[in-house]
């Protein structure tokens, strides 16, 4: 069954409204996008060999879950979950979950992050079997939330990162499409951010290239 964009799009806006007030929309969407990756990458491929994310015993969503509550939940969702999960991958620039002026003190920031990995909980968002038809659910569901920061910081969308329009756009007048190209054909964007331009300029090629 394919998963709801609706019921997607209204869980993750839900998991906003638990962070706001403490910090504004710059600040507040990492914490979200990565409850998002980390709950996609779990349910995809927890437990699944050779696959392309590794998630380290312990470091799964179902492990963060475990942490609701916990009087020191923060600091153990940097250490066991943020810590293990960002080595294995080598990821950078990871948010702190235990950083009190975003995210407050004591109680406050054992709710706010308890509330918050709870939504993330809805049967409703089981990437594992459920897919949108045809679409890329978690770059679609990044854009959403993007286009809604950007909303609520003032700006417009394209200073957050590149429309998925203005990529067709620039995808289709590179004239990819018709290129002939191979594995050794590269695409370069020396001002990457969300990789959105690259990943449109890649499904406009007829042959997989590198990005």
Same mark, same amino acid.
């Given at each position: 069954m394919a998963l709801k964009k609706s019921e997607l799009y209204s869980s993750l806006w839900q998991s906003c409204d638990e962070l706001r007030g403490g910090m504004d929309a710059s %600040?507040?969407?990492?914490?979200? /996008?990565? =409850?998002?990756?980390?709950?996609?990458?779990? !349910? $995809?491929? *927890?437990g699944v060999p050779y696959a392309p994310i590794t998630i380290p015993?312990?470091?799964s969503f179902a492990d963060m879950v475990a942490l609701k509550g916990t009087? !020191? @939940?923060?600091? %153990? @969702? #940097? $250490?066991?979950?943020?810590?293990? /999960?960002?080595?294995? #991958?080598? =990821?950078?620039?990871?948010? !702190?979950? #235990?950083?009190?002026?975003? =995210?407050?003190t004591g109680k406050e920031m054992v709710d706010r992050l308890t509330n918050l990995v709870s939504i993330f909980e809805n049967p409703a968002l089981d990437f594992s079997k459920n897919r949108? +038809?045809?679409?890329?659910? /978690?770059? +679609? *569901?990044?854009?959403?939330?993007m286009r809604h920061f950007a909303t609520e910081s003032g700006k417009s969308k394209g200073q957050f990162y590149t429309p998925a329009?203005?990529?067709? @756009?620039?995808?289709?007048?590179?004239? @990819?499409?018709? *290129?002939?190209?191979?594995?050794?054909?590269t695409v370069y964007d020396p001002t990457c951010g969300s990789g959105s331009l690259l990943l449109k300029v890649g499904d406009e090629a007829e042959s997989d290239i590198t990005l």
């Open positions: %600040q507040y969407k990492d914490y979200v /996008l990565v =409850l998002l990756f980390i709950k996609y990458v779990s !349910d $995809k491929y *927890a015993d312990g470091a009087t !020191d @939940i923060g600091d %153990q @969702i #940097n $250490k066991k979950i943020i810590g293990p /999960l960002a080595s294995a #991958n080598k =990821l950078s620039d990871m948010p !702190d979950f #235990n950083d009190a002026t975003k =995210l407050g949108a +038809d045809g679409d890329d659910i /978690l770059g +679609d *569901a990044y854009e959403y939330l329009e203005v990529s067709r @756009i620039m995808a289709a007048v590179l004239g @990819i499409h018709d *290129a002939a190209t191979s594995n050794a054909t």
